[in-house]
């Protein structure tokens, strides 16, 4: 069988690094390109002939299942599945099992819940098939693979060894990582211990190498960024809306700017490279916004210049103030005439007084 149509979401990740963005919404639910960034991964799962999915939940669960229902509206049969400890990667996994339909041979398709990839599904399930693997292995090249885990493969593309966050030039054998997606045959998800904490990168994978199963790795090094860090997050929605990641879920035409409806953009407002405004933003007049995100309900006041950075929902920036990577929480507001730079995070609710702030200090 050459097509998967079951596959699982991990998505219970509490996305600390993301926060103050994760503080009220769980990081799959973040909005990227105007959509929760889950939706960019149904609905490409879905377009590789996926049907049925489980999401492997845990914080803020209780928001999923509201928001996708049944996936109906997505064409897909959606299941969700909440831990009530926190289980790893392997344990979320092997928490699902039961819900699973594929037979012991068939493929299931696994996907971390904060990558965004234009990796070719289709491919990587034909190459499991092909190659006969117990496990296949979505792999990319980095530049610098020193943050991953290394995935060296032999010349036919088995896997060798995993190697965790190598540091020294000598253990960095190769620019191949772990990039995030998986396909199990059914059986060896039963395989997995039940009801405790497993890593299936440092306890799965590796234990099932050294017991003589066969993984294989693809690499596809198209599109691919983790979106654990907020700028990240930010450059991954701007990318979306240029089209430089694809997705079938980006509400309207790809371009430089995407305006969502009931959004009051003022006429001489200027934005550029993939900025987002959302349902129900004030951008003013003779406001810049480049490459940046502002969330629903938030207020730009006039003159504002804002680049490659976030403004939550309902958050308000004074006129003339400029922001360069910048995250700006739910609620948050910042006076007219100030200046945020460099990674400065201002919690939900915060306010900053007019002209107090002109530089800023990484975190």
């Known amino acids: 069988m050459t097509e998967a149509k079951e596959a699982i979401l991990l998505v219970g990740g509490k996305g600390t690094r993301l926060r103050p963005l994760t503080v009220h919404t769980p990081k799959p639910m973040v909005p990227a390109a105007g959509v929760p960034f889950l939706t960019h991964q149904l609905a490409r799962a879905r377009a590789a002939g996926v049907e049925h ?33 926190p289980l790893g990667t392997g344990g979320a996994i092997r928490n699902v099992a039961s819900r699973l339909t594929s037979g012991p041979d068939e493929p299931v398709i ?54 965790e966050k190598p540091q ?35 306890e799965t994978f590796p234990g099932l190498l050294a017991s003589g199963a066969h993984l294989q790795g693809m690499v596809d090094s198209t599109y691919w960024l983790d979106l654990g860090t907020p700028q990240a997050f930010v450059r991954g929605s701007a990318d979306l809306v240029l089209g430089r990641a694809p997705s079938p879920a980006v509400p309207g035409r790809c371009g430089d700017r995407l305006v969502l409806p009931t959004a009051s953009v003022a006429a001489d407002a200027k934005l550029t490279g993939g900025t987002v405004v ?86």
């Open 53 to 85: 999915i489980v999401l492997a939940t845990s914080y803020l669960a209780e928001v999923f299942e509201p928001y996708f229902g049944d996936g109906a509206s997505l064409g897909l049969s959606i299941e969700y599945v909440t831990e009530r400890e």
């Open 110 to 163: 696994v996907f971390n819940g904060d990558i965004l990839t234009g990796l070719d599904i289709r491919a990587l399930v034909a190459a499991h098939a092909t190659s006969g693997a117990d496990v296949s292995l979505h792999l990319t090249r980095v530049e610098d693979p020193r943050a991953f885990g290394l995935v060296p493969t032999d010349a036919s593309g088995r896997v060798t060894a995993f190697l």
């Open 168 to 202: 020294t030039p000598e253990e960095i054998v190769t620019d191949q990582i772990n990039a995030g997606a998986y396909v199990f045959r059914r059986s060896v998800i039963d395989t997995i211990p039940a009801g405790r904490p497993v890593s299936v990168e440092r």
């Open 278 to 363: 959302g349902e129900g933003a004030l951008i003013g007049e003779g406001a810049r916004i480049a490459g940046s995100t502002v969330l629903a309900g938030a207020v730009v006041e006039p003159g504002a210049v804002i680049t490659d950075s976030l403004v939550g929902a309902g958050a308000r920036i004074g006129s003339r103030t400029v922001l360069t990577g910048a995250v700006i929480g739910d609620g948050a507001h910042v006076g007219a005439d100030n200046e945020l730079r460099d990674g400065i995070r201002i919690w939900c609710g915060a306010s900053i007084p007019d002209a107090s702030v002109r530089f800023s200090s990484d975190q």
